[in-house]
Structures are given as C-alpha cells and as structure tokens.
C-alpha cells in the first residue's frame, strides 16, 4: 500500500489530494483547494502539501510520489510531472467512471480531453 | 467567442460578475432564471466586456445577459467536443467552473441545438479536483512501474 499526493497548479487555484493506493480502488483520503489571490502558487503548493499530510498525520517520507499537473512543473518537492490532458481524463473518469470525455472550464482556458 | 483566449473563462465570467454587482455564487442561479437572454457578439473578452457595460447601459437584466454569456461559453464549448468526435455517451465538466449549474444548463441547451443532443453533460461535487486526482494515480502508476523496472534490473 502506499501514499501519493496529485497538486494541481491552476491559474486560479491550487488544488491538492492525497491518496492511498494499493490493490483495491484508490482511497481519497484528503483535500485541498486554494485560490491564488495575488499569492504565490509555489508556496500555497507547499502550505497545501503539508496541511493534507498534517490531515492523515503522515509525514513526507510516507509518500511515496509527488505528482504534479497543470503549471506545477516547477515544484522543487515533486517527484515528477504530468501532463495536464492525460490528469484530467484520468480524474474524470474516477469520479465519473461512465464519462467518454472531460471538458475543463479553468480560469483562463478551456480543453477537452477524449478519456 | 473564440478559442484561442481566455475569453470563455472562469476569469471573465468573474470580472463580469463583479462589474455586475453579482456574487459568483449567484451567477447559476440567476443565468438559469432568464427568459430572453442577450447573446454576446464579441469575439475577444475586452470587447465581451464593453458589449456587457453596452448592454447595461440599455436596461438589459442582469439575468439575460449573464445567461446571454454562458451561452456564447457553451458554444465554445461544444466546438471544442465536436473536435473530441464523441457523437454520444457522458462527458464530465470539471474545473472551476464545472460547479456553475447556468454554465451546465447552457451547455445542455447548446448541444441541442448544434444536433449532438446524444453528449450528455455532467458535473461532479468534486470536478474541481479532477486534475490534481488524476496526478496522484498517475504517479502511484508510475512508482509501481519504476519499482518493477528497478526490480528487473537487480535481478
């Protein structure tokens, strides 16, 4: 079983989630979602990451990946990045295991990844 | 509306809402209460906004010409599915403005009329979460693999 963290770098907000994963479905087991309001996106990433780890009382070493999406690729504490098409197809097909495409309203733009 | 900008966004809605005197959470509500709704003609959000400050001026209600806005967003929107070539099935809305039901409504609505009414809209109580999900099962993807490479290659 392990724990991985998705932060999700919008031009609006940053939105972090940590779950469990292991061979049963994935467990959401926290979340958070900041606006940006004039702040800085890398720093909210940050405060967002330790507050969710703080939620379950785990601490860094307990996760076994950092992942991040959207215009995150420059968080020094991830362990990779992901393309904001494939994060968002696959998001939405695990709250709508039915849907056969995702359209993304943002902020400042919008796209629609085929699931 | 074109799609090339940030003219059919969350942003542009917000500003409009404000310049308005309507709170972001009202904009649902009050879009889906319109009868006449005022179509915005512009194709650029600087000029969408003038179009707006034009219709105010002329006594639109406030209502229309919000409703008059997701209407041109879903357009928008709809050309961005067709591209998709998904004719039928369901098609999750997830970002920030995944949770405005007028923009949902408008959507529905404009599907009906470009004939791709098989597209059945939804949202979710946590779309705005959609990208960030999928980063962490991604990631627990890509640690399980990098693990049986690491595997391999001790082996």
Redesign the interface.
């Known amino acids: 079983m392990i724990h991985t963290i998705g932060i999700d770098i919008g031009s609006g907000a940053v939105k972090t989630v940590l779950f469990r994963s292991g061979a049963d479905k994935p467990q959401w087991l926290a979340k958070r979602c900041e606006r940006i309001r004039r702040r800085d996106p890398m720093e909210l990433a940050r405060q967002s990451y330790d507050e969710v780890l703080a939620e379950v009382k785990l601490a860094p070493d307990d996760v076994a990946y950092t992942a991040t999406t959207g215009e995150g690729e420059n968080v020094k504490f991830a362990t990779g990045h992901f393309y904001t098409m494939t994060t968002h197809a696959r998001g939405g097909v695990y709250l709508h295991p039915e849907a056969r495409a995702v359209v993304d309203i943002g902020a400042l733009n919008g796209r629609a990844p085929s699931t | 509306m074109t ?1 090339q900008c ?1 003219s ?4 542009f809605l ?1 500003n409009i809402a404000r310049y308005l005197g309507v709170a972001v959470e009202e904009i649902g509500r009050l879009s889906q209460t319109s009868q006449n709704p005022e179509k915005v003609s512009s194709i650029c959000a600087v000029l969408a906004e003038t179009d707006v400050i034009n219709m105010v001026s002329r006594g639109i209600p406030t209502q229309d010409i919000l409703k008059g806005i997701h209407l041109s ?1 879903a357009s ?2 709809v050309k ?2 067709k ?4 004719k039928s ?10 949770l405005d039901a007028g ?1 949902l409504a408008a ?1 529905q609505e404009e599907l009906v009329n470009e004939k791709v009414a098989g597209i059945n ?2 949202s ?1 109580p ?15 993807f ?2 399980d693999k990098l693990k049986e490479l690491q595997g391999r290659a001790a082996a």
Do not use: F, K, N
């Open positions: 799609s940030a059919g966004s969350g942003q917000e967003m928008r929107l961005l599915l591209v998709t070539g998904i099935g369901t098609v999750l809305l997830t970002g920030g403005l995944a923009l959507l809209a939804v979710h946590d779309s705005i979460y959609a990208g960030a999900i999928g980063a962490a099962l991604w990631g627990a890509r640690h």
